[in-house]
């Protein structure tokens, strides 16, 4: 679709502001609505726009298939990594409380807060990165 | 009836009228294409119903993922197959509508003892809700008012947070998120996961055939 | 009339769950029958949200302390609803794309997506 000068001007234009969007959904979600899933839709909705105006292999080039295959497992290691981390700091599997006073104390967010921001990261990142890969699938896949 | 209050009833009839319209039109529509977009229109109005009833969260992510993704696959899968559905057979489809219209008139019969719209003392309001309210809210209004008292150091406010009651809340504003992810967060690992495996699928299903280009490559 | 008023979001929803379980069905075409899935799927999604709202409430968030106009909000509607949906809406999602996958699958091994042809060619010997 790129000989459409509207569409790739306006999508130029979008596509930033977009991602920039999806990471403001991401950390905010404690403050607003918003959080893992939004996120991550939201992002993989970027890319995908990028795909749809610019083809396939310009997104293959921007979000290789390869390391969206890693990122969705990273992300479910994230979370599940969370509760272990958890049950190595001395409480039960996902008990946010033990992080109340491990790291730097006043710069990073500490205790549930931490949690949250943490199991969130790793929703995003899975869900952006199937949704991805789901689109790669079945754009890339020629018809019969 | 204060003015906002009758502008919003009347958006509400609107919007509702509109739903209906659009799912009884989607039944009859032949031309796939037509229909696929529809149902987008149909999960983005759905959204602004869900945000009238006070769930922004969730009318965010129905208009992400119903108008956004569900669109762009079904459509994907429109041009790898085929783009019309074949006529439906003349006769009248006497099973199915009896079925709808026995299921529809029991649920109906059902809808009769439910507590009305928006009343406060339905049971969905009484138990769990008001243990999570109950801790959430006192905890986060502490932490706003600690945060103008004490400007300088965090110190004081870890000693406030030891010396208050032993089972303190989330703190977290976002009560939803609160929920999903620390009161219920291992649900929430369950879901990630199932999303995980469903990118498998899809990836087992549909990887096999290389595309146009690496064919042509392969013969030169 | 106070049964209308307070009963008529349930019967709106069982009339949308009905249009989309009949599209499920009695429609032959397998993308029809994804389409009504989703259908059927959006309207339990509003039927519990319906179930969360309180009249007067808010959402359930709570505002930051300097951003209150002076009037609090002490009621909230109840955000356990919207918990669940929000993780039924993606796994949603996950179920629609596995079934548009096999629905690709089927017209490369069948040739077609009608539910009759389908049959029909697997019937004969």
């Known amino acids: 679709m790129k000989q459409h000068s509207i569409l790739r001007v306006t999508a130029k234009m979008l596509i930033p502001y977009i991602l920039l969007f999806a990471l403001y959904v ?54 599940a990594g969370t509760g272990v981390a958890a049950i190595l700091g001395g409480g039960n599997f996902l008990d946010y409380s033990v992080f109340e006073h491990s790291l730097l104390e006043g710069h990073l967010p500490h205790g549930q807060h931490l949690g949250i921001l943490l199991v969130e990261l790793g929703v995003g990142i899975t869900v952006a990165a199937v949704m991805i890969l789901i689109f790669y699938s079945f754009a890339g896949r020629e018809r019969s | 009836m204060s003015l906002t209050d009758a502008a919003t009833q009347i958006i509400v009839i609107l919007l509702l009228a509109l739903l209906a319209c659009t799912a009884t039109t989607i039944v009859r529509m032949r031309d796939l294409w ?54 439906p057979p003349a006769k009248f489809p006497i099973l199915p509508t009896a079925v709808v219209v026995m299921l529809g008139s029991a649920l109906v019969f059902g809808t009769f003892d439910m507590p009305y719209f928006g009343d406060p003392s339905a049971p969905a309001h009484s138990h769990v809700m008001q243990e999570y309210m109950n801790d959430t809210v006192p905890d986060v209004r502490q ?14 406010e870890h000693d406030d947070f030891q010396h208050s009651d032993a089972h303190h809340g989330v703190g977290v504003p976002n009560i939803i998120t609160a929920v999903l992810a620390s009161y219920r967060g291992y649900d929430t690992l369950g879901e990630t996961v199932v999303i995980f495996t469903a990118g498998i699928g899809v990836l087992l299903l549909l990887r096999g055939r290389p595309a146009r280009r690496d064919r042509e490559d392969d013969r030169r | 009339m106070k049964e209308i008023l307070g009963l008529y979001n349930y ?20 993308i029809k029958k994804v389409i009504g899935l989703n259908i059927f799927q959006i309207s339990v999604f509003l039927l519990y949200i319906t179930m969360g709202k309180i009249t007067g409430g808010t959402a359930p968030i709570l505002p930051a302390k300097h951003f209150t106009t002076g009037q609090e909000f002490q009621t909230f509607s109840n955000p356990l609803p919207s918990v669940l949906i929000l993780t039924a809406i993606v796994i949603g999602v996950a179920t629609t794309a596995l079934a548009l996958a096999l629905i690709v699958r089927i017209h490369e091994a069948y040739g077609t997506i009608e539910e009759d042809e389908i049959l029909a060619q697997d019937r004969e010997p």
Not at chain 2, 43 to 59: E, K, R
Not at chain 2, 143 to 156: E, L, W, Y
């Open chain 3, 11 to 30: 019967w709106i929803v069982v009339f949308l769950m009905m249009t989309g379980f009949y599209i499920v069905i009695a429609r032959r075409n397998l």
């Open chain 2, 34 to 87: 037509a229909a696929v977009m529809l149902t987008g229109i149909f999960s983005f109005l759905g959204a602004c119903w869900m945000l009238i009833l006070d769930a922004p969260d969730v009318a965010f992510t129905e208009a992400a993922v119903g108008a956004g993704i569900a669109t762009v696959l079904m459509l994907a899968t429109l041009a790898l197959t085929s783009r019309e559905a074949k006529k």
């Open chain 2, 143 to 156: 932490n706003a008012s600690h945060h103008d008292k004490t400007h300088d150091g965090h110190a004081d």
């Open chain 1, 26 to 79: 991401q950390f905010h979600g404690d403050y607003g609505p918003g959080g893992g899933f939004q996120a991550g839709v939201i992002f993989a909705a970027g890319i995908i726009l990028y795909g749809l105006v610019f083809g396939l292999q310009a997104a293959r080039n921007v979000a290789p298939p390869s390391v969206m295959e890693r990122l969705i497992a990273l992300g479910v290691l994230i979370y």
